[in-house]
């Protein structure tokens, strides 16, 4: 009988993810407990990566996979088969609002199926969240970008391909590596649990989509009983999701449950909360760091003029898109010139690095480094020729 991964010992790099990602969101609970002003940035960060993240990650990989299961369609076998077309399909998803296109090429990578250019595509071409912004508030200028994103992303992959092969970096598998596969088949079987994050979500896919439009969800949903009900929402749906990631099998659920929760609606829930743990982990992180040194960015880009595309970009290697959320949010506000938005957009990776760092770090270090070449030459090409 073939040993099922769950009987396998756990992989020590798996644990060490945990463990530190454990150790700064419970320090971070546990400090924001004894500062009040802490403990509201915390909870903020925590409620924005639900909201802004965690929804549109799951909405879109609950649309995949149920497009794999009712057309018998693999996107991973697309993928794979489609000759010199796979770095712009990369590109493509990856030009899509939000980050979930992106992941998906990303965690797919470590199968083995998909060339590194196409993760650099992927990559180079996506905005993240921050498109989401950029389009309700100049729709042209997000179209525009993501066009840009498309052309530069497969430009970008083809050439990356051509220079150093298909197989440049390739993971190679093992029964130990803490594949995408791998996080997905420590889910859980609970239903009671599977139960209560479809209730959590459905309501964070709608606050998700008025946060996009910056639509102040706790204003809308004001009411006497519960102060501030979409940002308590999101805290507690973020932090379900890290317990439902972390916690041990025996509070999963046992197999014999698999026949009551479809497998993409599973799988959905697996790499939401897999996401989601490292998005949350980032998020605290990045808002540490902010409350502890007082930094303040906007003052940061004043008076730097030539070098704004260049520090937009270089902001745009920080992983998540909370740092890119607020380079959208200075542009719109007229901060910060086009070509600055345009370098950052570029180089930044959105939510889908955290999964590339956990599953293939030193993939994940290279491109993002790669695709700051492209952003500074398409960045700084805009600002001698339109500004």
Known sequence: MAETYL????????????????????????????????????MASISD?????????????????????????????????????????????????????????VTRYVSGTLSFGSVLATLTATMGDAAFLLI?????????????????????GYVVD????????????????????????????????TKLWIILIIPGIALGILAAFQVDIDLLLQNPLVAELGTNLGF????????LWAAPPFLKGGANNNAKISKHLRDTIADTNFVTAW??????????????????????????????????????????????????????GGIIPLSAQIGNAISNDGDALFPAIALAPKTAIVATLYSTIP??????AWYFIFE
């Open 7 to 42: 009987e396998q010992p756990k992989s020590n790099a798996i644990n060490t993810q945990k463990s530190l990602i454990l150790v700064v969101i419970l320090g971070a609970l546990a400090y924001g407990l004894l500062n009040r002003d802490f403990g509201k940035i915390i």
């Open 49 to 105: 990566a639900y909201i802004q993240v965690t929804s549109f990650v799951a909405a879109t990989l609950f649309l995949f996979y149920s497009i794999e299961r009712v057309f018998k369609f693999d996107i991973t076998k697309k993928l794979s088969n489609s000759g010199n077309l796979q770095v712009f399909f990369a590109a493509l998803l990856g030009a899509l609002p939000g980050c979930g296109g992106a992941i998906i090429v």
């Open 136 to 156: 309700a508030k100049e729709p042209t200028t997000g179209l525009l970008i993501m066009g840009l994103g498309l052309v530069v992303g497969s430009i970008t």
């Open 162 to 193: 051509k220079i150093h092969g298909r197989d440049f970096l390739r993971p190679k598998s093992s029964p130990n590596m803490p594949t995408y596969t791998n996080h997905a088949i420590q889910q859980s079987n609970s239903v009671l649990a």
């Open 236 to 243: 507690v749906g973020g932090i379900f999701c890290v317990f």
């Open 279 to 332: 998005v949350i982990f980032a998020f605290l992180i990045f808002e540490i760091w902010m409350f502890s040194f007082n930094i303040d960015l906007e003052k940061l880009f004043t008076g730097f003029h030539i070098y704004l595309p260049m520090i937009a970009v270089i902001i745009g290697l920080l992983p998540g898109c909370g740092p890119q959320v607020i380079i959208t949010s200075m542009y719109i």
């Open 375 to 380: 952003a500074i030459l398409v960045a700084y």
